[in-house]
């Protein structure tokens, strides 16, 4: 075992190498490297999860020895849902650092599927934990393992995951806004390439990026730019868009509006709620739309699309609609707005009653069908009703 004693040059070559991250994600198992060498553990792993399902998007760890080589597919897989240590760091505050030779005592340890199918067959016994903040909705768990026939981790161990965990936050940060910033620019890449008019905006309708297309329509469109903002000639229409755009950012599905030139010609516009192209301080939130004018006729509108141009719901109660339409239950919803359960079921009542529909089940298919219809679009392009953001990065589960 290794002295707690750790010389400064130690620590700060350690620090580097975590850092090293931020530019290289290859480095990642490096770093975990040598982290575990640094506290004296047999293995250490990071990985990242959804807060709310508890599902594990990532997973990494430091060995690629034989006993390890299989250990993130598995892990990911079939035996992260059944983690002990996971749903413990889950409902405590972040940062604080679990050792489960104080919280897992033999008997647990023996009526855990996980410890005795999982952990136990790798040669693992102790470990430290630690969870941090890594979206709206994921963390990241940093863990020190170690066998059965060594001790477990002391008080110094402890505090040195402590003092290096605002590292592994920092990265985390720094690779989560990199990998959006490219994740954006190939989202207007496409967009420029695109023969049909689309815009990218936000809630706001501030114009983004826009394709030569939709510049060569704007007056049949009967529409301009004033200040940045997407502004049409009609009053009833530009309230119809500029509803349309909070419902699709407050519910994260599309939404599919109709409208018309002053000629009297038809189109409709497609709404979809993508990723964010915004980063740092100029950043309002994490999602964008993608506008798109589609000139094919106009058959009969979106259930969804005719109640977002008809209804007036209250912030909250859009907020706890799109809660609904991604699926979660009450007691979610209350717990990601930092309400009570009866404040949102009286919510979902009010919503129910001004949409008119009967059911929540009723209310969510109304979501369902497809609002492009025979657009330009293909039915399968999009998810209609979850929201699927461009992606920052696939489980890895080497």
Request: proline letters at 6%; charged letters at 20%; a neutral charge.
């Amino acid at each position: 075992m290794r002295h707690p004693f750790i010389k400064s040059d130690e620590l700060a070559s350690l620090v580097t190498a975590i850092h090293t991250c931020a530019s290289d994600p290859q480095a990642l198992r490096a770093a975990l490297r040598a982290l575990n060498q640094f506290i004296g553990g047999t293995c250490a792993q990071l990985f990242t999860l959804d807060r709310l399902t508890r599902t594990v998007l990532s997973c990494e760890i430091s060995e690629s020895s034989e006993p390890f080589q299989d250990f993130n597919r598995r892990y990911v897989e079939r035996w992260a849902g059944l983690d002990p240590r996971t749903a413990m760091l889950c409902s405590a505050a972040p940062g604080k650092v679990l050792r489960c030779d104080g919280e897992f005592d033999d008997g647990f340890i023996a009526a855990s599927p996980f410890y005795t199918d999982f952990f136990l067959p790798h040669g693992l016994r102790w470990s430290l934990a630690a969870l941090f903040e890594a979206g709206p909705h994921t963390a990241t768990v940093l863990a020190i393992a170690r066998s059965a026939d060594l001790p477990p981790f002391d008080d110094w161990a402890e505090d040195a995951l402590c003092q290096l965990l605002p590292h592994f936050q920092q990265v985390a940060a720094i690779r989560q806004r990199r990998e959006l910033v490219e994740a954006s620019a190939s989202v207007v890449e496409v967009l420029k390439a695109l023969p049909i008019p689309c815009i990218l905006t936000d809630s706001r309708g501030r114009c983004i990026e826009r394709n030569q297309a939709f510049s060569d329509s704007m007056q049949l469109l009967s529409v301009r730019l004033a200040v940045g903002r997407v502004r049409f000639e009609n009053t009833r229409l530009q309230n119809s868009w500029e509803m349309a755009l909070s419902m699709a950012h407050t519910t994260a599905v599309r939404q599919t509006v109709p409208m018309s030139a002053a000629s009297g010609r038809p189109w409709r516009v497609h709404l979809v709620p993508i990723g964010s192209v915004l980063t740092g301080a100029e950043a309002p939130d994490e999602r964008m739309i993608l506008a798109v004018f589609d000139d094919r006729p106009v058959e009969t509108m979106a259930p969804a699309a005719a109640a977002t141009a008809r209804i007036r719901l209250t912030r909250a109660e859009r907020d706890v609609l799109g809660g609904m339409l991604r699926g979660l239950p009450a007691k979610a919803i209350a717990n990601e707005r930092g309400a009570s359960v009866n404040t949102v079921r009286s919510q979902i009542m009010a919503i129910l009653e001004k949409t008119g529909h009967s059911s929540q089940k009723e209310l969510i298919a109304s979501y369902g069908a497809s609002a492009f219809g025979s657009s330009t679009f293909s039915p399968s392009a999009f998810t209609q009703s979850s929201f699927s953001p461009i992606s920052l990065g696939s489980a890895n589960t080497r």
